[in-house]
């Protein structure tokens, strides 16, 4: 359909496609003209952001030529010369391409459309070539881009699409079949987007200046293509709601956002989104104005606000405050603006006003996902969230609107509804809804690469979740083709191996292993017949063989589960490398396999023998492709491929069928003879070399236009040319030499430092082969051949050059990745790194590529990443299939003749026969598992350490027998007689052995201390740690004192250091240290009065000094007359102080006595203090649980006193339970000086009784023993004996495997029991230690006490009567001392237990008081940590009562201030008026009775207009205006006053004849003060007006400000009421007796006990005291009052007595005072009066200074005789001068007047005196002047001093001599 108004567009829409038509081989005229009128068009983009056809052909146009231009440069360099010729040609059409685009501006008709096949991407054919553009078509894609985003998209309920490479698919999810639009552009699709109401699509492409082209649905029409959006791609695009307009995003760098009337291809706001990268835009559904974009660690919201400049785009970015920074994928606008978002760690975060509100997560911190959210939406009032978790969850929408925070952490937790896992290893990415009546389907993009269709219906008929399509997760990384079928294996990293039917386009079977795949292959038919088998490496080495059967023809049993269509089974696994697996190849026999790797190896395996390892060989660099050689080379040779720019031919490995497998040391073939070549860069010779050859031809053909132009001027006529011939000539040689002169240097050979990178390569014949590289090497294929095998040369050195080269059309920066032939090597087939495929034609036989020119281009998977990995053709040649890194397969059908049948379908081979019941080997599924050659070297590692085992227990056995030998000898030696024994160092052999092998063992044991020592100090830190965790913390440790009689024990406190609560007691004002201020101020009077003391006694000797010298100083008679003087004036005005004094203390007293008369209302303040605290805590009192409770200022609490009350508790728990702990560490002490005392007398019992015969002796008391838990200070002191004892121990339970936890008693089994055993060998040990000192104290008492028979060496005598009574009685004594020693030990015991019970007794009742405390302490820490809670907003309030109050004092200052400076001006107006007054006054006294005092009185009140004396503000003119009114007014006033005049009229600025001139001055002068007193008084009543206003002013404000105050104490009082409620609530815990219970009903306790109330003792009997007080306290009042009363009366009598009293005293001294002194007197004045202390002062001073004078003189006198004496020195050195100067004279004439004569003799040129005698002549005549001056000043100065009483003039300044 096309419209009149379209008939301009569709002209400009013609000439683009004939434009568009240039991909095709021929170009016309048109195209040119077209191309011109475009560029003229392009040139208005900069200035207008609408669109033009012809911009868009001039786009597409350009990008064409792209293409056309890698074809060939000459096409380029005809392409330039016609269109600059046309260029020229059309500069006149301007105007009708303007006309043009003004028709283009006009609306576009609803029913335009764009022709499809112009605009689409067509492959590129080199020119001059007959290659059809249909060489290859696309078929079907196995691929999708699972990571992409939103790359699933519903057109309807049956069809969805997505985007694969540079294709558009569109798939019918029933009947499975593909449509497919290619990119417009070429370079790729950006992302996709659908409108709302799936009637079109925009599809946002990729590349430079993308497109975004809006496609019609279901015609599949593009209908409006919208430009210049984005720099390079588009990240996301979204309609709005109604689907009117269209919002764009670009990715990097841009990330511009566009906003798109996308029907009139018009963009309406731009702007750029963020400088990060954007995820996605949307707009929000309730209003088109609002947008969100979100993207990497940010969110931002965007408004379209109307400004004064126009429509805006407004983005406010979102804040993320405490929350942590995370990437935003998923979001979703709620009806009323708020933004619901998700985040990288699984919650929910709610956005408003750019902040966020809440953070929602789930019942016990539990995540929402565990994992990123995807995606958001709202669907029928529910909220659905998918995450990467595989959950699809759904919340409630009320539940997340209304979200908001309930405490400090901003999480609040909700539940979601419903939610569904969709299955294991599910990666939900995200979702669109089928609109199905009845259902509520979705389909799910899963990023690990599927396609799910799930029912979120949740009802008992719920589907479960099915899996509609499944494809490889990212990069496909290896493909293999069927020999013999359309079947087709690929593997990929996401751990999976996957057969296709390509042929019918079907997915058959796939089987996923632990580890992702590497490299596959199809085992050939020479191995496997039937094509069944595929081989397949894997990341971690592993190298498995799989077997591919149809399991639908195995035999079917009852009960068989239903089979797919193929199946996989795993028939042999091996590992041959360490690394992952880069290439296999099987030899062209099929004799052997290959296996290459990144771990640098090549293995060869025998196929035959079930993949027999025959052995590997080591290469130079990772291992990349493997290739055989084919058939028709004479010897089956491998080619290895190295990353690094190594090829390698390796031979066929010889197979050694007689080893075993067993005897094989290592798989490493050694003797291989393999040739190297090292690829160095040839790049740049061959741009060099080209160069070279473009310089030769353009020299020939410049050569060749000279000589056809020598031959033209020729042929012209020489008389008539010549001149010409000549010029030209001329001409033509400078523009030669001009050009060799202009000749660029030939490009340098240039190397790379980093080789460049293999990426693949085949023969080309027998030691030869082509290979492409990326890098700076790319554009070429190389052709290489290998050097002769040399055995001596190093490859790492070698450096090897191709010896041929074929130029690839830009393939510069976009190398070769992969290349593959078809099965008659007439198409060589090349994947391109950019994901396009490249197809070269071949002639026969051609394996030097002669032919390699003409070729088919066409760019299929991804631009970006879509690199492609493989690309095969079928058996047949019949299909191709590529895979690339943007994990896409594409199958496409390759030109043929010959139409394919329709009904092509893979065979499947059958199952081998048995196979169900063949074992499956098992399989290699650790990672770590060994290699091949890995376990090999393991095996024989662990058989040579058995041997080596087998020999040192053969050398163990040999060392046993000896050690027994020589223990035999020992033992021997050992029977002989002393002095015939061998000694201990006999038996040394050598001296040197021995200390080497001591040296070797210090050696060992040092060399052991260093392996360990970081072990060492990791354990010594560890310890540390424990220490500061668990031991630091505490005081001491617990010590536990045993009885020694009884079980009773006694334990110390776990004593804890203070806590912070104890540090934290703030100074109060009582307690608190004195400020330096204060203590300053303290000190300060006592530090002064001790310096004043200090100074006075320091300074008493030096006035003493002064005193003495004054003394013995004679004194003159001035000085005599001046203290005379001075003392009678002394005396006099002392008299008069005295006097004044008197005077001032009695007025002080009496105006003190006014002062203390109270006044009428006086209240004595002590009485007003007992009246408010009476009013305070007299009567019906609320308790604190009343809610109208007013808490006094005094009593309440904050914070800061509840924690120093915790403080205070915790010193005095704290100062207790260290007292008990140091008691309980004296009666620990105690006992262990108990035990070594019975230690002792034990010893001394044991002495006594080996003299007593048994039957007389009396048990030993056993010894207490000290027990580990009394010392635990001990615990850790060992030795080495107690080391070795614990190994043996821990070597003992080794041996017994007794498990540690059985060992329930401190026996030496276990751990505890050896600590136990540990512990008690130590404390032993000290034991031990204390009997052993003990014994040698009691050895020395026992010298003194008894003295023991010692044994004789000879036999005694029968003893004598006197010996036998002297023994009996040692044997009373002996049994009376044990009888005493034994009561001393059980006094010691009991006495001891005593101690013990005592202290245990007390620990009891503390215990009972730390228990209190606890309790106390927990109500002190719920109050503070309650209180803390308050504390904020209590701040708050208090600051702003404290602001006010401070504000109302401030205001109250100024008020005062203010009420101080109006009485000031007050007074100051009434001064004013009392002068204005008082110069009338004077004035009418000093004019009295006149005939001009009406004249003068009124030139006195004449108003005038004054100049002020203040700076003048305004302009002149405003003064003159100012000054005629004023002359005006004064005129006016002049007339007035003159008006009442009778006779005469007279000029008041003149004097009148008659009147006096002074009245007439005087009245001028005192009018000018009247003048100043009236502005005086203006100014003053302004001020004072002012004042009034500004008191006025702060009184409202100062009421306001009350107010204020008032509601902020009724607020903070309100505030305390409730924090004292909460404080109530709190439940403290008062243990209590039931006879301290007074509380009963009926005799039982009532169960509430809501109404008690708890009383303690003290103050019960406080209070019933208080009864007895009060009581006495108002009789006593009562008492006081009535004395009171009875004063009262008696003081106003007395009153009435003093006043008559003083009336009469006044008329007493009244009438004294006249008769004594005619009237009444001042007696104050009177007696004050005194010497007039002025007169007395100056005649003093006049003494003093008459002294000084006398003194000057003197000093002058000398000063005279002193100068005198210089002035003569000065003369006689000036006469002597003097007489120099005349011996100089006399000598300068002399020499004058020889100079004369011999100028007279020589002539007389120069005749006259010189200037320089007369210049000198002249300063000595005026230093002579000079001298002379002085000596006259001098002689005046003298003259004037010897005068008495001269006056003393300066001393005359002279000018400085000029020397």
């Not at 203010?1458 to 007054?1477: A, C, G, P, V, Y």
């Not at 004249?1495 to 004396?1509: A, D, E, G, P, T």
């Not at 005006?1528 to 007035?1536: I, N």
């Not at 008191?1591 to 009724?1610: G, P």
Request: hydrophobic share 35%.
């Amino acid at each position: 359909m096309k419209e009149p108004d379209d008939q301009d567009t569709e002209v400009g829409r013609s000439e683009r496609s004939k434009s568009s038509g240039s991909r095709s081989r021929s170009r016309g005229s048109s195209q040119a003209l077209s191309k011109s009128t475009t560029r003229e068009d392009k040139l208005l983009e900069d200035t207008d952001e609408t669109f033009t056809d012809g911009e868009e052909s001039y786009l597409e146009y350009e990008e064409s030529e792209e293409e056309d231009w890698e074809g060939s440069s000459s096409s380029f360099q005809d392409y330039y010369k016609e269109t600059t010729g046309e260029s020229r040609s059309m500069e006149t059409p301007g105007s009708a391409a303007e006309e043009t685009e003004e028709d283009v501006r006009k609306k576009i008709s609803e029913s335009f459309f764009y022709d499809y096949m112009e605009m689409v991407s067509m492959p590129f054919v080199s020119s001059e070539s007959d290659i059809p553009l249909e060489l290859i078509i696309l078929v079907h894609s196995f691929g999708y881009d699972c990571k992409k985003r939103a790359n699933l998209q519903l057109l309807d309920n049956n069809t969805v699409m997505y985007i694969a490479g540079n294709q558009l698919i569109i798939l019918n999810l029933k009947t499975k079949e593909q449509l497919y639009l290619r990119s417009i552009s070429g370079t790729g699709i950006g992302v996709i987007g659908v409108h709302p109401n799936k009637t079109h699509f925009a599809v946002a492409e990729k590349g430079v200046a993308p497109k975004i082209i809006i496609y019609e649905y279901p015609s599949l029409r593009p209908y409006r293509i919208l430009h210049d959006g984005a720099d390079l791609g588009y990240a996301y695009v979204d309609f709005n709601y109604s689907g009117t307009l269209l919002a764009s995003v670009g990715s990097s760098p841009d990330y511009t956002l566009t906003i798109w009337d996308w029907k009139e291809e018009q963009p309406i706001l731009r702007t750029k989104a963020f400088s990060q990268e954007v995820f996605k835009v949307t707009f929000n559904p309730e209003d088109d104005e609002q947008l969100t974009t979100a993207g990497s660690g940010h969110i931002k919201f965007w408004e379209m606000a109307q400004t004064f400049t126009g429509l805006k785009l407004q983005g406010f970015l979102g804040r993320f405050g405490k929350t942590a920074t995370t990437d935003i994928e998923g979001y979703m606008e709620l009806p009323d603006g708020k933004v619901l978002s998700g985040s990288e760690w699984g919650n929910m975060l709610v956005w408003e006003a750019g902040l966020i509100k809440v953070e929602l997560t789930r019942t016990g911190s539990k995540l929402c996902h565990q994992g990123p959210i995807n995606q958001i939406m709202l669907d029928e009032g529910e909220v659905i969230t998918i995450g990467s978790d595989g959950w699809v969850r759904i919340w409630d929408f009320e539940t997340i609107d209304t979200a908001d925070i309930v405490d400090e952490t901003g999480l609040l937790e909700i539940e979601p509804i419903n939610e569904l896992q969709v299955d294991k290893n599910v990666k939900l990415f995200s979702m669109i809804k089928m609109n199905e009546a009845g259902n509520n389907f979705w389909l799910a993009q899963d990023s690990n690469g599927a396609i799910w269709k799930l029912d979120l219906s949740f009802s008992n008929i719920t589907q479960d979740p099915e899996c509609l399509f499944c494809f490889h997760s990212g990069a496909v990384e290896a493909l293999a083709m069927s020999p013999l079928t359309y079947l087709m294996a690929t593997t990929a990293l996401d751990c999976s191996v996957r057969i296709y039917d390509f042929a019918s386009k079907n997915f058959l079977t796939q089987v996923k292993f632990k580890q992702g795949g590497t490299a596959l292959a199809w085992v050939p038919r020479l191995i496997s017949f039937t094509g069944a088998q595929i081989i397949v490496g894997f990341e971690d080495g592993v190298v498995r063989v799989l077997e591919l059967y149809d399991p639908k023809e195995l035999t079917v049993f009852a009960g068989r589960k239903k089979y797919s269509d193929a199946d996989l089974h795993l028939k042999h696994v091996f590992k041959p490398h360490t690394a992952r697996v880069t290439a296999l190849a099987f030899e062209r026999d099929g004799e052997i396999l290959a296996t290459g790797s990144k771990d640098k190896t090549v293995f060869f395996f025998e196929v035959e023998k079930n993949y027999k390892p025959i052995g590997y060989i080591n290469t130079p660099g990772p291992v990349i492709q493997l290739v055989w050689s084919p058939v028709s080379h004479p010897e089956s040779t491998l080619l290895i491929f190295c990353e690094n720019g190594y090829v390698l031919e390796a031979p066929f490995p010889t197979i050694k069928a007689d080893v075993q497998d067993d005897n094989i040391v290592t798989y490493e073939i050694k003797d291989m003879c393999i040739k190297c070549f090292h690829f160095s860069s040839v790049k740049s010779k061959i741009l060099r070399l080209i160069e070279i050859e473009k310089r030769k031809k353009q020299k020939e053909l410049k050569e060749k236009e000279k000589e056809e132009r020598r031959i033209r001027l020729a042929e012209m006529e020489e008389e008539e040319v010549e001149d010409k011939k000549e010029e030209k000539e001329e001409e033509v040689e400078e523009e030669a030499a001009a050009e060799e002169e202009e000749e660029e240097p030939l490009p340098e050979i240039f190397i790379p430092s980093t080789p460049s990178r293999i990426l693949c390569g085949f023969y080309s014949g027998p030691g030869k082969f082509w290979v492409s590289l990326g890098g700076y090497d790319s554009g070429f294929l190389y052709h290489c051949e290998f050097p002769p095998y040399d055995k001596s040369s190093d490859i790492t050195q070698q450096k090897d050059e191709p010896f041929d080269f074929r130029f690839l059309e830009a393939t510069e920066d976009n190398p070769i990745q992969t290349i593959t032939f078809s099965i008659n090597q007439d198409f060589m087939f090349c994947g391109l790194h950019n994901g396009a495929i490249r197809i070269y034609i071949l002639s026969p036989n051609d394996s030097s590529l002669t032919t390699l020119e003409s070729y088919w281009h066409f760019t299929v998977h991804d631009n970006t990443y879509g690199c492609i990995t493989s690309i095969s053709a079928s058996f047949d040649d019949q299909f191709l299939v590529s895979t690339g890194a943007d994990g896409n397969i594409f199958v496409f059908t390759i030109f043929s003749v010959f139409d394919l049948r329709e009904s092509l379908k893979a065979k499947v081979p059958s199952p081998r026969f048995g196979i169900e019941t063949e074992p499956i080997p098992e399989d290699i599924e650790d990672p770590k598992a060994y290699s091949i050659e890995n376990a090999r070297r393991k095996r024989e590692h662990d058989k040579l350490m058995k041997e080596v085992e087998e020999m040192k227990a053969k050398k163990r056995e040999q060392l046993k027998g000896l050690r027994n030998r020589f223990q035999k000898l020992l033992e021997m030696n050992e029977e002989l007689p002393k002095h015939m024994q061998f000694q201990r160092t006999d038996f040394n052999i050598d001296a040197q052995i021995r200390a080497e092998m001591n040296r070797i063992t210090a050696h060992k044991i040092h060399q052991v201390e260093k392996e360990l020592a970081w072990e060492k100090e990791k354990h010594d830190l560890g310890l540390k740690k424990l220490e500061k965790r668990f031991r630091d913390s505490l005081e001491g440790d617990t010590i536990v004192v045993h009885a020694i009689q009884s079980d009773h024990k006694i334990t110390s406190y776990r004593l804890v250091k203070p806590s912070k609560y104890f540090k934290s007691k703030r100074p109060s004002q009582s307690d608190r240290r004195a400020s330096k201020m204060e203590r300053f101020e303290k000190e300060g009077t006592g530090r002064k009065d001790s310096q004043k003391e200090t100074g006075g006694i320091t300074s008493v000797p030096e006035e003493s000094i002064i005193e003495k010298g004054k003394l013995f100083r004679p004194k003159t008679l001035s000085q005599i007359m001046i203290e005379n003087q001075i003392e009678k004036t002394k005396k006099l005005i002392l008299k008069a102080e005295r006097a004044q004094q008197k005077i001032q203390q009695r007025k002080k007293e009496w105006e003190e006595l006014y002062k203390s008369k109270p006044a009428d209302d006086y209240e004595d303040p002590k009485d007003v203090q007992a009246i408010k605290e009476a009013q305070v805590f007299m009567g019906d009192f609320n308790l604190k649980t009343a809610p109208d409770y007013k808490i006094p200022e005094h009593m309440r609490i904050n914070a800061a006193k509840k924690e120093e009350e915790l403080g205070q508790l915790d010193s005095m728990t704290h100062s207790k339970k260290m007292y008990l702990n140091k008691s309980i560490l004296s009666l620990r002490d105690l006992k262990v000086a108990v035990i070594e005392e019975i230690q002792c007398l034990v010893h001394e019992m044991k002495n006594i009784q080996s003299t007593l015969h048994v039957s007389k002796r009396i048990p030993i008391p056993k010894i207490p023993q000290i027990h580990p838990e009394e010392v635990p200070e001990k615990r850790f002191q060992y030795d080495e004996e107690i080391l070795l004892a614990f190994k043996q121990q821990l070597m003992k339970n080794e041996d017994t495997k007794a498990p540690l936890v059985e060992q329930a008693g401190p026996g030496p089994a276990g751990p505890v029991g050896s600590g136990g055993g540990f512990l008690r060998s130590s404390y032993a040990k000290d034991g031990d230690l204390t009997t052993r000192e003990s014994l040698s104290r009691a050895s020395r008492a026992s010298t003194f006490g008894l003295d023991l028979s010692k044994p004789s060496e000879f036999e005694r005598a029968d003893p004598i009567d006197v010996e036998t009574e002297i023994m009996k009685r040692k044997e009373i004594k002996n049994i009376y001392m044990q009888q005493y020693l034994a009561n001393r030990i059980k006094e010691l015991i009991v006495t001891f237990d005593a101690e013990l019970h005592l202290l245990r007794h007390q620990k009891l009742k503390l215990d009972i008081q730390m228990k209190l405390s606890d309790l106390n302490h927990v109500t002190l820490f719920q109050e503070m940590m309650l209180l803390k809670n308050f504390e904020k907003q209590e701040n708050i309030l208090q600051e702003r009562v404290n602001s006010l109050d401070k504000e109302e004092q401030e205001m109250q200052w100024r008020i005062n201030e203010s009420m101080k400076e109006m009485e000031e001006k007050k007074n100051e107006i009434t001064r004013l008026q009392d002068q204005e007054k008082a110069l009338y006054a004077s004035f009418q006294a000093a004019v009295g009775e006149n005939k001009f005092a009406n004249f003068l009185m009124k030139v006195l009140k004449k108003r005038i207009k004054r100049v002020k004396k203040k700076e003048v503000e305004g302009d002149a003119e405003e003064d003159e205006e100012s000054e005629e009114s004023s002359e005006e007014e004064s005129s006016l006033e002049s007339d007035e006053d003159e008006s009442g005049s009778e006779d005469e009229v007279f000029d008041d600025s003149i004097c009148p004849s008659n009147c006096d001139v002074s009245l007439f001055e005087l009245a001028l002068q005192l009018r000018e003060k009247r003048l100043d007193i009236e502005e005086a008084l203006v100014e003053e009543k302004k001020i004072l007006d002012n004042l009034k206003k500004e008191y006025d002013t702060l009184s409202k404000k100062v009421k306001i400000v009350a107010n204020n105050l008032n509601a902020a104490e009724e607020d903070l009082e309100a505030y305390q009421r409730e924090k004292q409620q909460q404080l109530n609530e709190i439940l403290v815990v008062i243990p209590l007796k039931l006879h301290q219970i007074e509380y009963v009903i009926f005799g039982e306790i009532p169960t509430d006990l809501s109404g008690t109330l708890v009383f303690s003792n003290q103050s019960l009997s406080r209070l019933q005291g208080r009864i007895v007080q009060l009581q006495e306290e108002n009789s006593k009042q009562q008492k006081l009052n009535k004395e009171w009363r009875e004063r009262r009366k008696q003081l106003i009598r007395e009153k009435r007595e003093m006043a008559k009293t003083i009336s009469k005293m006044e008329e007493t001294v009244r009438d004294l005072m006249i008769s004594k002194f005619g009237r009444v007197i001042d007696l104050a004045a009177l007696q004050t009066l005194s010497v007039n202390t002025t007169l007395e002062e100056l005649t003093i001073k006049k003494l003093r200074k008459e002294i000084t004078n006398a003194r000057e003189i003197k000093q002058w006198e000398e000063k005279i005789a002193q100068v005198r004496w210089e002035l003569m020195m000065k003369t006689k050195e000036h006469t002597k001068k003097l007489h120099q100067m005349n011996d100089l004279c006399i000598e300068k004439k002399k020499l004058d007047s020889r100079l004369n004569t011999l100028q007279n003799q020589q002539g007389n040129a120069f005749q006259g005196p010189r200037r320089a005698d007369i210049v000198a002549r002249e300063k000595v005549t005026q230093l002579i002047q000079l001298q002379a001056e002085r000596i006259l000043a001098l002689k005046q100065e003298i003259a004037l001093l010897r005068k008495k009483g001269g006056i003393i003039l300066p001393p005359i300044k002279f000018p400085p001599e000029n020397r």
